[in-house]
């Protein structure tokens, strides 16, 4: 399943480079690049809440195994087009469009097998999801260096067929590993309609002590560290440091940091408690950077404060997956996990815009103060929300649920 979920992964970020370089390529104009990446991340958002719905109905393993043979067809539709020279700009765009929203319920589902895989593999949920977190990080950076060598070696076309292929392999190892782990389970929606099948995931987040919070604080978050990675960590490079050199050497420090984090989670820190580490991990990794940035601008400044800040920042997302996994019945997990993914989406691009405003109008240490404060005041949240004592003791699963991996 790791494995699946790797290779899919990498192959999103080939083609996150692939299509706007291919529209480049053929058209010349930046403009429609960027509507490119609109048709691609705009979909992630409404795929989650309305593809959650679906995964629940049809189950795990064929939501995955269906999302991922349709995506990679799409794919593969944009370089046979072209190939006959049928491949209009607004095919472009619809094709890129329909193959990431048929992406998102197949990441939903792929996540949510984990923890029914976890039980039969008697494996504890916190070291699943670290390697979970662990494989995602190395596949983006993977996938990003291999989707520019690619490009170099056979042309965006040719990564356009591998990005294709790399869907199908998913399918493959989903469809002939996890569905003999697994059982498929019947479709127990019956007559119940679709809508009706969102309301009660939405209802589900909203009756639940923890998960509210839980979803407030995976949007801030994202938010705040979409914009420093964005605009302002940029900008510092750029216009303060006047060395590019700065920008890669902190991002790597930083997904450098974040591995080891990852993998030191899975190993302990199911042994500590879930509060504490959180409440410890988003003030260490947070505010701390900011404030270097904006006072301390310096490359080997930048570079150590990433590092322990990206360190610090592992385990905040197998954990807080953890928990959510941990509360929610398998039969609402695609439902839950896809709304708050698309929750989390449609926050991030707001950091950017809202940070791109802020240096414009107020200055770069201005807003960097103001980005240190709100992630302070995030960070404060799980430490003194009495909520989040929750976080430490999960609600027993009621006894009419299936066990974990029904529904798969």
């Not at 048709?39 to 991922?68: E, I, M, N, T």
Request: aromatic content about 6%.
């Amino acid at each position: 399943m790791l494995a699946a979920e790797a290779i899919s992964i990498t192959g999103n970020r080939l083609a996150m480079i692939a299509i706007p370089w291919f529209v480049l390529e053929t058209t010349g104009d930046p403009a429609r690049a960027g509507l490119t990446g609109v048709a691609y991340f705009l979909p992630v958002v409404l795929g989650g809440v309305l593809g959650g719905a679906l995964v629940d109905r049809f189950g795990f393993v064929r939501s995955s195994v269906a999302a991922d043979v349709a995506s990679g067809l799409t794919v593969a539709a944009i370089p046979l087009l072209h190939q006959v020279d049928q491949l209009s700009f607004g095919w472009m765009l619809v094709l890129t469009f329909v193959g990431s929203l048929l992406d998102v319920p197949g990441t939903t589902a792929r996540r949510a097998l984990l923890p029914g895989l976890a039980t039969q593999a008697a494996v504890r949920l916190e070291r699943v999801m670290s390697a979970h977190e662990t494989v995602i990080r190395v596949a983006q950076l993977a996938g990003g260096l291999l989707g520019g060598a690619l490009i170099l070696a056979v042309g965006a076309v040719g990564v356009l067929v591998v990005d294709a292929a790399s869907f199908l392999v998913s399918a493959l190892l989903v469809g002939l590993i996890a569905r003999r782990a697994l059982p498929v389970a019947p479709r127990s929606a019956g007559r119940r309609r679709y809508l009706a099948d969102i309301h009660e995931g939405l209802a589900f987040i909203r009756a639940d002590s923890l998960l509210p919070g839980l979803l407030v604080l995976f949007m801030v978050a994202n938010m705040v560290d979409n914009a420093l990675f964005a605009v302002l960590l940029p900008t510092v490079a750029e216009q303060v440091l006047d060395d590019p050199l700065a920008l890669g050497l902190s991002i790597a420090a930083f997904g450098a940091g974040a591995l080891v984090g990852a993998v030191s989670f899975g190993v302990f820190g199911h042994r500590l408690p879930r509060r504490t580490v959180l409440a410890t991990a988003l003030v260490v990794s947070g505010a701390p950077k900011f404030v270097v940035l904006a006072f301390v601008p310096s490359v080997p400044a930048l570079v150590a404060v990433m590092a322990v800040a990206g360190v610090a920042a592992g385990p905040v997302n197998p954990l807080l997956t953890s928990a959510q996994f941990s509360r929610v019945p398998p039969e609402l997990r695609g439902r839950v996990s896809g709304t708050i993914m698309s929750a989390v989406v449609t926050a991030v691009p707001l950091g950017a815009f809202g940070a791109g405003l802020l240096v414009s109008h107020l200055g770069l240490t201005p807003t960097l103060v103001l980005a240190a404060a709100l992630y302070l005041l995030i960070s404060a949240y799980p430490a003194v929300g009495p909520a989040w004592r929750h976080l430490d003791a999960p609600p027993a699963r009621p006894a009419s649920a299936p066990p974990p991996g029904a529904g798969a």
